[in-house]
């Protein structure tokens, strides 16, 4: 079984709907990420959380938002999908500071916005 | 503002050996890192420096010159598997990762 699991692993919803996309891990980390990835471009931070009481915003937050319901869950939402957000959006875990460089993915969850 | 660059594509033979270069400028530095990430799958971790020089794991290397802010990965022995993207990432002095756009890697026979 995976360490990072995410759910659901393909959708594809119309513009105004509200999605979830769940990440839940097994690797006992304190810090959970939220990336997307477009193509031609770096992966770029949506939020981050380093324990279930702290959640930061990251590169581009707005359109989305995010609940730490345990150590082990991270779920992303958007309120309102719209086409731009069509992109793969991947989960992800690390340890505390030195050793934050080295993150643990989930498999990604393919979005499309029709 | 801080920046990644590293080049888009490249090509090189089975058998072979590639240098992927990576220049960066970012806002004080805690480290470089380098992922693999096949097509349609997951970023998975290959090698950080954080010091000058060079790491060496199997068949991978990754160099570092913090003075000229200058990383490369080399791949030696080069397998049809290691057609991917490489990733290249640095961590600020925030300890957040800036995230190069990855160069795409063909392997030809």
């Known amino acids: 079984d995976a360490d990072v699991t995410q759910t659901p692993r393909n959708r594809i919803t119309k513009t105004g709907k509200r999605i979830m996309l769940e990440c839940s891990q097994t690797k006992g980390h304190d810090r959970m990420y939220w990336y997307r990835q477009d193509p031609g471009l770096g992966l770029r931070l949506i939020y981050y959380?380093?324990?279930?009481?702290?959640?930061n915003k990251g590169e581009i937050s707005d359109g989305y938002s995010v609940s730490r319901q345990a150590q082990a869950k991270f779920s992303l939402s958007l309120e309102s999908a719209i086409p731009n957000q069509t992109a793969l959006y991947f989960c992800?875990?690390?340890?505390?500071?030195?050793?934050?460089?080295?993150?643990?993915f989930g498999e990604g969850s393919r979005l499309t916005v029709l | 503002g801080q920046n990644i660059d590293q080049p888009t594509e490249m090509t090189a033979t089975e058998g072979a050996i590639v240098q992927i270069n990576c220049t960066y400028q970012?806002?004080?530095?805690?480290?470089l890192f380098w992922y693999q990430q096949h097509a349609g799958e997951a970023p998975t971790f290959l090698s950080y420096n954080v010091l000058d020089g060079l790491e060496e794991k199997g068949r991978f290397s990754s160099f570092l010159s913090r003075s000229k802010g200058y990383s490369y990965l080399l791949l030696k022995e080069l397998q049809m598997k290691d057609s991917a993207s490489y990733l290249c990432?640095?961590?600020?002095?925030?300890?957040?990762?800036?995230w190069g756009a990855g160069t795409k890697l063909i392997i030809k026979p």
């Open positions: 970012t806002s004080g530095f805690n480290g």
């Open positions: 959380s380093f324990d279930v009481k702290d959640i």
């Open positions: 990432a640095v961590m600020d002095s925030n300890y957040q990762l800036i």
């Open positions: 992800a875990t690390s340890a505390p500071e030195r050793e934050a460089g080295e993150l643990f």
